[in-house]
């Protein structure tokens, strides 16, 4: 669904002294009559989707059924049936699928995971693995 295209400007964030962001020396105020600021509009075309990862709970004999339940609404989203149904998956095959994220955003709903698991005392575990 996303887009392949996506213009990425090259200057970086302004350095100290350099408030356009750009090659020192190349904002000279008054060069062609402009603020002094470098504007940057070279483009990339990014063709490297980033890497997907699956977030997945593993079974516990402990946890009660009902916060998996919860856990699966909150974090991932889901509704209650398809709440339900991954959880049951989850109990009687030992591991289900609760979503695949990028990086950052599976790493992060593992430790919300982890951290209400917790916080409840809970053995819950939920863990990521590269989605290939
Ligand atoms: N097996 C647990 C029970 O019988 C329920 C459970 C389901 C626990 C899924 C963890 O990821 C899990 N209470």
Do not use: W
Request: proline share 8%.
């Amino acid at each position: 669904m996303s887009s392949d295209f996506d213009p990425i400007r090259m200057a970086g964030p302004p350095a100290p002294g350099n408030p356009g962001g750009g090659a020192p020396g190349t904002g000279t105020p008054g060069e062609g009559g402009g603020t002094g600021f470098d504007l940057a509009t070279e483009t990339r075309v990014r063709t490297n989707k980033p890497s997907l990862y699956r977030v997945l709970l593993l079974n516990d004999d402990y946890t009660p059924m009902e916060f998996v339940v919860f856990i699966l609404e909150r974090f991932f989203n889901r509704s209650r049936e398809q709440a339900t149904r991954i959880m049951l998956h989850v109990h009687q095959k030992g591991v289900g699928l609760c979503g695949v994220y990028t990086y950052e955003v599976a790493e992060t709903k593992v430790a919300q995971v982890l951290d209400l698991a917790r916080r409840h005392e809970h053995p819950l575990q939920c863990v990521m693995e590269k989605d290939d």
